[in-house]
């Protein structure tokens, strides 16, 4: 079992930034991948970014490419989401989660942490 805290979340004008962090806990050496999926009210849970075990490989979802930038701190056992340039759009609860591959389908990774609110006003 892996455990997934999130934290970070909260209300920021566009144009701001936040950095989320999440903990993982448990058996981390068998989820190699970490990602963030958001989830938006009334719509469906998207991949945001993922990052391998590594570091090295990273992955963006077009929509926040050149904004947010993964990252992860092994020592730790947390991985980091760092937003900029943030608009309203980004406005979702903001998931973390550990698997094993594939890295941007979420039917892939098996454990969830709780969720983390990001509110942008505009």
């Known amino acids: 079992q892996v455990q997934l805290v999130e934290s970070g979340g909260g209300l920021v004008q566009a144009g701001g930034s936040l950095r989320l962090s999440c903990v993982a806990s448990?058996?981390?050496?068998?989820?190699?991948?970490m990602g963030w999926f958001r989830q938006a009210p009334g719509k469906e849970r998207r991949f945001a970014a993922a990052?391998?075990?590594?570091?090295?490989?990273?992955y963006y979802a077009d929509s926040v490419k050149g904004r947010f930038t993964i990252s992860r701190d092994n020592a730790k056992n947390t991985v980091y989401l760092q937003m900029n340039s943030l608009k309203p759009e980004d406005t979702a609860v903001y998931y973390c989660?550990?698997?094993?591959?594939?890295?941007?389908?979420?039917?892939?990774?098996?454990?969830w942490g709780q969720g983390t609110q990001v509110t942008v006003s505009s």
């Open positions: 990052i391998r075990r590594s570091g090295s490989s990273t």
């Open positions: 989660a550990a698997g094993r591959g594939g890295p941007l389908n979420l039917n892939e990774y098996d454990y």
């Open positions: 448990g058996r981390t050496f068998s989820t190699p991948v």
